[in-house]
């Protein structure tokens, strides 16, 4: 049994922790890929979103073939998403809530190479193990540390074919632990798991996907919108790109201390 928790932090990572359209868009710009016909499927509600993932993961499969002949490695990929751009104030931000003893959590439709090097930066001390919602040993190793993350992660993407090993081929089903309405569900386990109320519940997200999040969150927070289809649902609204404001409207709100106020 976890011992209660401050508060329960919840992050989107696509335009949230990532300044970028999505983490997925990062690796077809890299590689020519254009997605935008299952996009537009997706958004028609011609399919679901884990025939959308698997439909992604073949498009990627053929533009390596059109590139060089070869195929999506999983190491590969690790390596483009390398250049995806952080949000500015990240690190700040993570690390200030979990000083006032709260939990943090990604939960995110974006992929799962980004979001676990992000968690990997907040090193438990202790030696990486397997764990519901735990990153993997490759992001913790490459952290040069080798230790398990204070966050939960909770993202899509793809894994290596089970034959092979992690830097391998992929797997055509992909990975989907998120679904884009369902994060909510999320939040509440999490909830349930530290023992942390809706009050001292914080969600940050852009889209319409995080409204189930938003629902279950005491200060929901819509940063960078991406529409207006989530503005209705937020407390706070940041336009600016700057993760300093998520600390502010904490601090507002009476949720964390004054001095972790910025400028």
Known sequence: MNPPANGLLCLDMDRVLVDHLSTWQVVYDAIGADNSASFNLYNQ???DEWT?????????????????????????????LLAAPMMQGVDHLIQTVLDAGWHVAIVSGGVQATAH????????????????????RRYAMEAGHGCDSRLDVFTNGWLPRLSEDED??????GRYHVQMDG???????????????RARTVSVGDSAGDIGMFQESGLPICFNPWDERPLPHAKVVVEERDLQHVINAMVD???????????
Request: proline share 2%; net charge positive.
């Open 117 to 136: 090097r992000i968690a990997a930066r907040f090193s438990t001390g202790t030696p990486w193990r397997r764990r519901w919602g735990g990153i993997e």
């Open 52 to 80: 959308w993932i698997k439909l992604d993961l073949r498009l990627i499969e053929t533009a390596f073939e059109a590139m060089d002949g070869t195929r999506a490695r999983n190491d590969r990929l690790d390596d483009i």
């Open 45 to 47: 509600g011609k399919l």
């Open 253 to 263: 709100h009476g949720l964390l201390d004054e001095p972790s106020r910025g400028v």
């Open 168 to 173: 391998g081929h992929l797997r055509e089903l």
């Open 183 to 197: 994060k909510g569900a999320l939040v509440r386990m999490l909830q349930r798991r530290y023992g942390v109320d």
